[in-house]
Nanobody, 119 residues
């Protein structure tokens, strides 16, 4: 069974940067992809970025393209989300997830980490 633990959230001013980490344990290589989702108050959870473990394929939501970068360290079973040029609208709880597809059907979730961007 896969377990995911996020870290790296916090409070940052607009224009600043944060790096989120997601440490995975268990049979992670049985999962195809790792993704970062976010959910702001009153809004639906949305996929921000994802990466496939083996092929290194990536996906980015239009709202974060050019600002966020997802990467993986296979030796550490860790996925990162580097977030640059943060905006107040990036404020949300960010969740790490694992699943069999790059953009859908995620079925294993971390507990979430809060990211707050002040204007």
């Amino acid at each position: 069974q896969v377990q995911l633990v996020e870290s790296g959230g916090g409070l940052v001013q607009a224009g600043g940067s944060l790096r989120l980490s997601c440490a995975a344990s268990g049979r992670i290589f049985s999962r195809y992809a790792m993704g970062w989702f976010r959910q702001a108050p009153g809004k639906e959870r949305e996929l921000v970025a994802s990466i496939s473990w083996s092929a290194g394929r990536t996906y980015y939501a239009d709202s974060v393209k050019g600002r966020f970068t997802i990467s993986q360290d296979n030796a550490k079973n860790t996925v990162y989300l580097q977030m640059n040029t943060l905006k107040p609208e990036d404020t949300a709880v960010y969740y790490c997830a694992a699943g069999p597809s790059l953009v859908e059907r995620y079925d294993t979730w971390g507990q979430g980490t809060q990211v707050t961007v002040s204007s």
